[in-house]
């Protein structure tokens, strides 16, 4: 998991950037925390904002964060001027999401010139424990940047 | 599809009082369109607050309308005082998702006592013009509603 | 559905010629049935060389053949000389799958330069009656072919 | 993933007892290697009779085994008297599945009286190195035995 090769050498600022562009992870109040080569975490804090019918997080919500997670783990990796696009998840939903609040982590399983393959988490913290409430494995796409990005 | 069985006389008024407790959909301004036996619709505008870095919808806001479209038309078909969860779904984005709004029509496959196993897609919807830009193949459990809820 | 551009004019030729070296097709029994642009499907009659501990078609049979018609649908619309790679795919088991025989439809949901989405399903034939028994999502992957194919 | 809590007492006899009469895992030459609570884990040596069309490990046989792994890795885990069901799963195919043999690893994520998540993987072994082919995640439903099982 450590001996990946980065290609680009400001993939900490291309990621940070892709991100603040993200509209929904604002509204969502969601942050990124770890940004390293094949991995990066993500943070959002409850609020009723997130939360299905139980006031639990939805299922969107929590598939929302490790979907960003998973996808710029997934950049770390990538030539400089690519852009990175979900082609496809699958999220499992494994315990209720109870907590103050919850972090992604998303991991790069395989990189690849065109594909990625990606397994992320989401953990619930709740009074300082954890428990994971939800597994992905997602599969990301490589491109070239295009003019206006 | 049109023959399905509903075991909940109410279950128009069941779904509607569960989504209406769902904060998230509120969060994103989605609401819900047409209930019917094993089908629901939920509607999404545009806004900046559901894009990702290029200003399109965030694979997470269709999700999170596409799962709750799906969960709500296995519900329809459930006996009175159960619940719905999602166990996990998979999404595929074959097109990017650009638009005035977005629908996300959920349908039951199979319908179980259990599992009921879900297709739902999202359409985007251009100055009148559709594209399917998200494909979902979700599976939903049913359980006893607890007391509180 | 019927509106899929063919760019391969020898689209069925190459699809069989690909199938008919797939040694796991043949050794489950499994045949070609019907080739057409952007749909294939696939039959396998029953045998107990196929089941799982109850005597049913083991999950991993009914995949098998509609991994392959997925496959193929997505291959017949790829131009000349490029090949089919399977990335990842999601199967749901919805009934049973019991029967003299089964049939494995893939079919093309959105086709691409480089992706191809389909769906697929299986469907048990017993007695003349029918029955879905497992449904499919698939992301296919077209590349050059490489010179000794 | 070493705590968990075993209630049949014969879970490796009973594993044993599933395994032997999938008739697809003696057709593919699958045998099982370990049984350990939460962990099952199957050999497949290649064969001509497993194969696509680059005479590598088809992805449907691939599945096959790691279907069964992770089935049989919920199953240590299930109270006596039950058996076990795939309601779905989702394979990515990483790397092309190429050596002398595979071994598809099953294990449990999230144990629970009616649903169990697994992951899964797949790795082919060729002159002593190993290399990741397939990744999987999976849903697992435990139900009571017939009595003619």
Known sequence: MNEFRVSNPDFI???KKSFSKQG???HLGATMDVIEPGYVSITMPYS???TQQHDYYHAGSLTSIVDSACGYAALTLMPPNTEVLTLEFKVNFVSP???DHVVAHGRVVKPGSIITVCQGEVVAIQDGSE???AIMQATMLCRPMK???
Chains 1, 2, 3, 4 share one sequence.
Request: charged residues 35%; negative net charge.
């Open 13 to 15: 600022q291309t990621v």
């Open 24 to 26: 929904l992870m604002r």
């Open 48 to 50: 009723e904002d997130l």
């Open 97 to 99: 999401a109870i907590g």
């Open 131 to 133: 428990k994971v409430c």
């Open 147 to 149: 003019e206006n990005d």
